[in-house]
């Protein structure tokens, strides 16, 4: 069928001090640990979410749904973890993807609170957004971040995304709309083969 993969890709990236790999159905303790140890911490950056995002049992349904998608090749959810792959730093989504003449896709990110400052998103974003424009083919990857949050402006920035714009209301964030600058990273290096 047109756009349907037969498999869920198997993507597991090593970093310099990370395994950055898509998730698994055997994630599901690992991601529930992940957003209970820092629900405070991001509850001001994300939607809000109910308590199903805690537990195991709520990330099982989760994560059938995401590796269909995988399969499907409309979203690909990555976990960044130590190297001997027992805990989530954080997570790097690139969602919406869409091929024909777009080629496109949304970036979304967190990084656990103890893990702040060190440059490991930075580290791994640069590995999974290679994968994303080499392998996925991706000419166009969007992000877009609340105008206060200067930590996530720089990264992106650093990592070569352009301001495209600013929204108004853009996201429900924590409850409330809230703007955003639009930004774009476009892979010069695009070829057609997809």
């Known amino acids: 069928m047109f756009g349907y993969r037969s498999a869920s890709p198997k993507v597991r990236l090593v970093t310099a001090r990370m395994v950055v790999r898509l998730v698994h159905e055997r994630d599901a303790y690992r991601l529930a640990d992940y957003y ?3 629900r405070a911490f991001l509850k001001p950056w994300e939607p809000i979410r109910d308590e199903s995002h805690c537990f195991p049992s709520g990330w099982q349904a989760r994560l059938g749904l995401i590796t269909e998608m995988h399969r499907q090749g409309t979203a690909y959810y990555f976990i960044l973890l130590d190297p001997e792959e027992n805990e989530i730093y954080g997570v790097a989504n690139f ?3 869409l091929r024909g003449s777009f080629h496109a896709c949304f970036l979304g990110y967190s990084l656990g609170e103890k893990w702040q400052g060190q440059g490991l998103m930075y580290e791994a974003l640069q590995s999974a957004i290679r994968y994303m424009q080499r392998q996925q083919q991706m000419h166009r990857i ?3 971040y609340m105008p206060h949050n200067k930590r996530s402006g720089n990264l992106l920035a650093r990592l070569g995304f ?3 714009g600013y929204a108004k209301d853009y996201l ?4 409330k709309w809230r703007d955003h600058v639009l930004t774009a990273l476009t892979y010069t290096g695009w070829t057609p083969g997809r």
């Open 36 to 38: 209970a140890g820092n």
């Open 95 to 97: 969602s919406n993807v």
């Open 142 to 144: 969007m992000a877009n």
């Open 162 to 164: 352009e301001r495209e």
């Open 172 to 175: 429900m964030i924590d409850g």
